[in-house]
């Protein structure tokens, strides 16, 4: 399985949790909430990840474990008060999904309830977790680490179209992790001798507006920045992309299955499916504590000749080459 390359130290963990194939049932039925930053259709394929490991783990939903679901739908500021309606409930556990907002309105909210996170910046500098080896307190979860990869992409941009001079950079600001993706293009930027255009979009509304900008300000390239509220908007994106006929790179492969030209991240159902594993595990009475923090350790580089050959593109036979899924 894949997942096996996605893993750093689970195997170690492993022997903390019961070894019982089946959860035991003794009592009401466990609860689970299931928060999320993003919105319920666009990632109902993430849920389904998620619902599909704790399935294996022995809780089936309707039948052996009850599943609360609460959506911000992109609006963040939303998150606390979700996080507080699923305090007044009676969770065994809490899976903070959609970033790191969504963990930290959780660990605000419900005390000492487990909470198992997936979110793509540093869960320590967040303080959600005292360290990856050992999360400490009721919080554990996955770090996709995809926040730090902006520069990489803006490289991968900057070998497909080397003579690149000013690249877009579409950022939402309300995004807790917008600020250091912001830091690590201008620092790439700097040191690769382009100017990074940045543009920024909180809302669908905003969409428009900001590709006017890019239109306006004549870049050569754009990086849309990670944020699961962009992801949750992919096919807007692409299509606002499409129009433009501007070289794109994104996050996550949701982007490129959905049109867009090139991403690179983690598999993000992957992670969903983790969450799922260590819910189940906590629910059998192993503690967050004793889970380390999982991290990526597998990236995806996916490009789509579609889009490419629509845009007139010719992707490089080396670029090619280090493709790890090419889209035909």
């Given at each position: 399985?894949?997942?096996?390359?996605?893993?750093?130290?689970?195997?170690?963990?492993?022997?903390?949790?019961?070894?019982?194939?089946?959860?035991?049932?003794?009592?009401?039925?466990?609860?689970?909430?299931?928060?999320?930053?993003?919105?319920?259709?666009?990632?109902?394929?993430?849920?389904?990840?998620?619902?599909?490991?704790?399935?294996?783990?022995?809780?089936?939903?309707?039948?052996?474990?009850?599943?609360?679901?609460?959506?911000?739908?992109?609006?963040?500021?939303?998150?606390?008060?979700?996080?507080?309606?699923?305090?007044?409930?009676?969770?065994?556990?809490?899976?903070?999904?959609?970033?790191?907002?969504?963990?930290?309105?959780?660990?605000?909210?419900?005390?000492?309830?487990?909470?198992?996170?997936?979110?793509?910046?540093?869960?320590?500098?967040?303080?959600?977790?005292?360290?990856?080896?050992?999360?400490g307190g009721n919080i554990t979860g996955i770090t996709q680490l995809t926040i730090e990869l902006a520069a990489k992409r803006l490289g991968l941009l900057?070998?497909?179209?080397?003579?690149?001079?000013?690249?877009?950079?579409?950022?939402?600001?309300?995004?807790?992790?917008?600020?250091?993706?912001?830091?690590?293009?201008?620092?790439?930027?700097?040191?690769?001798g382009f100017e990074p255009v940045i543009v920024r979009a909180r809302t669908e509304a905003e969409f428009a507006p900001a590709f006017d900008i890019i239109?306006?300000?004549?870049?050569?390239?754009?990086?849309?920045?990670?944020?699961?509220?962009?992801?949750?908007?992919?096919?807007?994106?692409?299509?606002?992309?499409?129009?433009?006929?501007?070289?794109?790179?994104?996050?996550?492969?949701?982007?490129?299955?959905?049109?867009?030209?090139?991403?690179?991240?983690?598999?993000?159902?992957?992670?969903?499916?983790?969450?799922?594993?260590?819910?189940?595990?906590?629910?059998?009475?192993?503690?967050?504590?004793?889970?380390?923090?999982?991290?990526?350790?597998?990236?995806?580089?996916?490009?789509?000749?579609?889009?490419?050959?629509?845009?007139?593109?010719?992707?490089?036979?080396?670029?090619?080459?280090?493709?790890?899924?090419?889209?035909?």
């Amino acid at each position: 399985m894949r997942r096996r390359e996605f893993v750093v130290g689970i195997g170690a963990a492993a022997v903390m949790w019961p070894s019982a194939a089946q959860p035991q049932q003794q009592g009401p039925t466990p609860v689970v909430g299931f928060l999320n930053s993003a919105s319920r259709v666009p990632f109902a394929h993430l849920a389904a990840a998620f619902r599909k490991d704790l399935r294996e783990e022995g809780f089936i939903e309707g039948e052996t474990v009850v599943i609360e679901e609460r959506w911000a739908d992109g609006r963040y500021d939303r998150l606390p008060a979700l996080a507080e309606d699923l305090a007044q409930r009676r969770n065994l556990v809490v899976a903070a999904t959609g970033g790191a907002m969504s963990g930290v309105a959780a660990k605000s909210a419900v005390g000492r309830v487990p909470i198992v996170f997936v979110m793509g910046g540093d869960p320590v500098k967040f303080g959600l977790v005292a360290s990856l080896s050992r999360p400490g307190g009721n919080i554990t979860g996955i770090t996709q680490l995809t926040i730090e990869l902006a520069a990489k992409r803006l490289g991968l941009l900057h070998e497909l179209v080397p003579d690149m001079k000013r690249v877009a950079v579409l950022l939402n600001p309300d995004f807790s992790d917008a600020s250091p993706q912001l830091r690590e293009v201008e620092t790439a930027s700097a040191q690769a001798g382009f100017e990074p255009v940045i543009v920024r979009a909180r809302t669908e509304a905003e969409f428009a507006p900001a590709f006017d900008i890019i239109a306006r300000e004549r870049t050569d390239a754009l990086l849309i920045g990670a944020d699961p509220f962009f992801n949750s908007r992919r096919d807007q994106l692409v299509a606002l992309v499409a129009r433009q006929r501007i070289p794109t790179i994104y996050e996550f492969r949701e982007f490129t299955e959905a049109g867009g030209l090139m991403s690179y991240g983690t598999d993000l159902a992957d992670a969903y499916r983790l969450v799922g594993v260590y819910v189940g595990r906590v629910l059998k009475g192993a503690h967050p504590s004793d889970l380390p923090v999982i991290q990526a350790s597998k990236f995806e580089f996916i490009i789509n000749l579609r889009t490419a050959r629509a845009l007139d593109l010719t992707i490089p036979p080396a670029i090619l080459a280090r493709a790890d899924e090419v889209i035909e």
